[in-house]
């Protein structure tokens, strides 16, 4: 029924990050206000976030899929070092594409290192990954000398630019989303009519959405750009959740996660999706790398030092399963902006970083549980 379909949906479990982004934005909105500080909801302030939080979120993307498919992977803020240490460091010889298809390469080499250690040795993750992320910042600092590393080439730094920089009009993309939205909303609830069947949220979460993109448009209007970071996780986000929702493949990575043995005996190569997982981390984490090397024109030894915990944290605060077989990329993406909203506030608000690490610990401890229990409850209630 409707009525339990909408329960289903919006209760905290489901929707609690939509919620906590909200609740912040507005909360954040008015103590701006108040305090005489620059306006949060200014155009310049919330795609200012959007660019920030865009590399965490492509890796949390990735991170969510490896998660769904049961396993873990601690090295992604380490191959993404790694990463943009060789596209800088080949860059000017080299010149930027092709020191950037070697970045990828090495990165890809080491998700398959790190599935094949798992899956084929049957070592767990969590120690597999926390070593070659040790491993690995050892060869960052090894190929940075332990000292910073800049790109000196106008032609190189050029192409970095050209990549990298730059604001690009979104206005006619956020019309033609939002209206492929509405039409797919329309076109299935003459199907549902048709078929004198209930109307579920996920249609009228479409149909809303659509309107809500089609009006941020108009409202915005042509000067509405973003950086191009932001149109590539925005793109890379979009193909995968079109991936996991509507695909074979996608409910093959949802079956590995959620019961590898019966998806073995129903046919999966439960292996192979396992280990495309760890390929898909490391390469997402080295695309990564190169944007982050191309944003700076240069990598220092400790760069992305501690990433990984907020990739991680992106991933929780999306609701994703720990224990595989359940996870939202849309989600997970509404994370890393709630993480970088609340670095965004704190620097509004000149608050320093004292206090912020503490924020941001807690709302992911607060989220683990939330979805915990609610799960567990489920659980409870389906037996």
């Known amino acids: 029924m409707f009525k339990n379909d909408w329960k289903r949906h919006f209760d905290l479990r489901e929707a609690g990050v939509y919620y906590a982004l909200i609740l912040l934005m507005v909360v954040l909105g008015i103590v701006t206000t108040l305090a005489g500080r620059p306006s949060y909801f200014s155009p310049t302030n919330l795609t200012n976030i959007l660019y920030q ?6 890796m949390g993307v990735a991170m969510t899929v490896i998660l769904i498919t049961g396993n873990f992977d601690l090295s992604v803020a380490a191959v993404a070092a790694l990463g943009a240490a060789i596209a800088v460091g080949l860059a000017g010889p080299l010149g930027f594409p092709l020191a950037s298809l070697i970045a990828m390469l090495a990165c890809i080499t080491i998700g398959i290192v790190n599935g094949l250690i798992v899956q084929f040795v049957g070592i767990n993750a969590f120690i597999v990954t926390l070593g070659t992320l040790t491993a690995i910042r050892g060869l960052v600092l090894i190929l940075t000398d332990g000292r910073s590393l800049l790109v000196s080439t ?30 797919w909303g329309i076109v299935a609830l003459i199907r549902l009519r048709a078929a004198d069947e209930t109307i579920p949220v996920r249609v009228a979460g479409n149909l809303l959405g659509g309107v809500s993109l089609i009006a941020i448009a108009f409202l915005a209007g042509p000067e509405l750009t973003v950086a191009k970071p932001v149109i590539y996780a925005g793109i890379y986000t979009l193909i995968v959740w079109l991936v996991l929702t509507f695909t074979t493949v996608g409910r093959r990575v949802y079956a590995t996660g959620g019961n590898a043995v019966a998806a073995r005996l129903s046919g999966v190569n439960v292996n192979a999706y396992k280990m495309a997982g760890f390929i898909l981390s490391s390469a997402t984490a080295g695309f990564a790398g190169v944007l982050f090397s191309a944003r700076l024109g240069a990598v220092n ?22 224990f595989g077989g359940a996870g939202s990329v849309i989600k997970t993406l509404v994370g890393a902006l709630l993480l970088f909203t609340l670095t965004n506030g704190f620097n509004i608000l000149n608050l320093g970083a004292n206090y912020q690490g503490v924020i941001e610990g807690s709302v992911v401890v607060i989220a683990a549980a939330i979805y915990t229990v609610g799960g567990t409850r489920r659980r409870r209630a389906a037996a």
């Open 53 to 58: 939080s865009s590399m965490i979120a492509m």
């Open 154 to 183: 106008p032609e190189a730094k050029a192409q970095m630019v050209a990549f990298e920089g730059g604001r690009v009009p979104v206005q006619l993309a956020l019309y033609l989303l939002g209206a492929a939205l509405v039409v």
């Open 301 to 322: 030894p400790t760069a992305l030092q501690g990433a990984e915990l907020t990739v991680i944290a992106a991933a929780i605060l999306g609701g994703t399963s720990l």
